[in-house]
């Protein structure tokens, strides 16, 4: 099964965070699960850790590339079509961040792994 990872849940895997649920973890764990990551992701940690919202992620920011390769994660680019879906959603959700990953779980056809509601407004199947 292939599985997005919600940004805030790649950086409880990567730094083992109790904060990830036990569902979640299991299902990053699971050997057959296909694990994606978004450009968006990556984009939302180096921003968020510039602007010193993320201050204990340094290690995780200094080689992110690396812990990617080495999770056997894969890279979910954003396409023109994951950019006019994230810009054509409805809805009062503010988030770029969190549009584009609806979008792009929506595209995919693929479950989110998060603890946030707000996929499920977007009809996303989300697993925590």
């Given at each position: 099964?292939r599985l997005?990872?919600?940004t805030?849940?790649?950086?409880?895997?990567l730094?083992?965070d109790?904060?990830?649920?036990?569902?979640?973890?299991?299902?990053?764990a699971?050997?057959?699960?296909?694990?994606?990551v978004?450009a968006a992701?990556?984009?939302?940690?180096?921003i968020k850790?510039?602007l010193?919202?993320?201050?204990d992620a340094?290690e995780v920011?200094?080689d992110?590339?690396g812990?990617?390769?080495r999770?056997?994660?894969?890279?979910?680019l954003i396409?023109?079509?994951?950019g006019?879906?994230a810009?054509?959603?409805?809805?009062?959700h503010k988030d770029p961040?969190d549009?584009?990953?609806?979008?792009?779980a929506q595209?995919?056809?693929?479950p989110?792994?998060s603890n946030?509601?707000v996929f499920d407004?977007?009809?996303v199947?989300?697993?925590?």
């Open positions: 099964m997005l990872l919600d805030h849940a790649l950086l409880w895997w730094t083992d109790p904060a990830l649920s036990a569902t979640a973890r299991k299902s990053v699971r050997s057959g699960n296909t694990i994606l978004s992701s990556t984009w939302e940690i180096a850790f510039r010193g919202k993320l201050p340094a920011v200094s992110l590339s812990h990617l390769q999770e056997r994660f894969e890279n979910l396409s023109a079509e994951h006019i879906r810009g054509l959603l409805p809805g009062p961040f549009r584009m990953l609806i979008a792009q595209a995919e056809d693929v989110i792994i946030d509601i407004q977007y009809k199947r989300r697993i925590w």
